[in-house]
């Protein structure tokens, strides 16, 4: 059983910065495939971001390319989305879900992510 916890979301003007954290409970948080999602009201789960367990692969929806970067931290059971240059249109719950063992391919199929956080709100608006 792992449990996520994300933090770090907020209000933020356009073309601010956020740093999403999120933290895994568990021993095992180094054989599990990160990813983040989010969801805007009406709207389905988009996939944002994701990183393989061995860390060597990252992938990243096309629109958040070159202004988001994921990262994770094993000693601290942790997994970072650096958000740059946000736009109103990255406003959505964004949440963090595991695969353990998740392979490149699947990074961007919310299903196969057996564990989700409680998601945190993102805002960009003036």
């Known amino acids: 059983q792992v449990q996520l916890v994300e933090s770090g979301g907020g209000l933020v003007q356009p073309g601010g910065s956020l740093r999403l954290s999120c933290a895994a409970s568990?021993?095992?948080?180094?054989?599990?495939?990160m990813g983040w999602f989010r969801q805007a009201p009406g709207k389905e789960r988009e996939f944002v971001a994701g990183?393989?367990?061995?860390?060597?692969?990252?992938d990243y929806l096309d629109s958040v390319k070159g202004r988001f970067t994921i990262s994770r931290d094993n000693a601290k059971n942790t997994v970072y989305l650096q958000m740059n240059s946000l736009k109103p249109e990255d406003t959505a719950v964004y949440y963090c879900?595991?695969?353990?063992?998740?392979?490149?391919?699947?990074?961007?199929?919310?299903?196969?992510?057996?564990?989700w956080g409680q998601g945190t709100q993102v805002t960009v608006s003036s």
């Open positions: 990183i393989t367990w061995s860390g060597s692969s990252t």
């Open positions: 879900g595991a695969d353990q063992f998740g392979r490149t391919g699947r990074l961007r199929v919310w299903r196969e992510y057996e564990y």
């Open positions: 568990g021993r095992t948080f180094s054989t599990y495939t």
